[in-house]
């Protein structure tokens, strides 16, 4: 039996082939909030379980997709990514907002609310 946890559904990694599917279309039934991340970016390493946690607590109601922009550089020029890491939340086929950098758990629980409300 592993000790490894598994991923839960509504966490998943997408790549540019995917993304219109996994990401656009996804977010006509709910919020899918991307994490545009590399392997070599620190901030985006300590990000990911803030971002995990944040998206855990809502049980599936809001979809996390992780790409990862060395192997996806044309969605990364598609969405004018400037830093890494970059979130960008879509709703509806339509990007509702986005940060940049690390942030605390306590932090992207604002900054959900402020931009999806009590959906």
Not at 4 to 26: G, H, L, N, S, W
Not at 62 to 78: F, S, T
Request: with cysteine; net charge negative; proline share 5%.
């Amino acid at each position: 039996m592993s000790n490894k946890k598994q991923t839960p559904p509504y966490i998943y990694d997408v790549d540019e082939t995917v993304f219109d599917e996994q990401v656009i279309t996804r977010s006509q039934q709910g919020p899918v909030l991307v994490d545009f991340w590399a392997e070599w970016c620190a901030p985006c390493i300590s990000l990911a379980p803030a971002l995990v946690r944040v998206v855990s607590e809502y049980e599936g109601r809001i979809q996390l997709a992780k790409l990862e922009v060395d192997d996806n550089m044309r969605l990364a020029g598609r969405y004018r990514l400037r830093g890494f890491p970059t979130v960008i939340l879509f709703v509806d086929g339509e990007e509702k907002g986005r940060f940049h950098g690390s942030r605390a758990s306590h932090w992207i629980r604002e900054w959900v609310v402020e931009h999806l409300g009590d959906f």
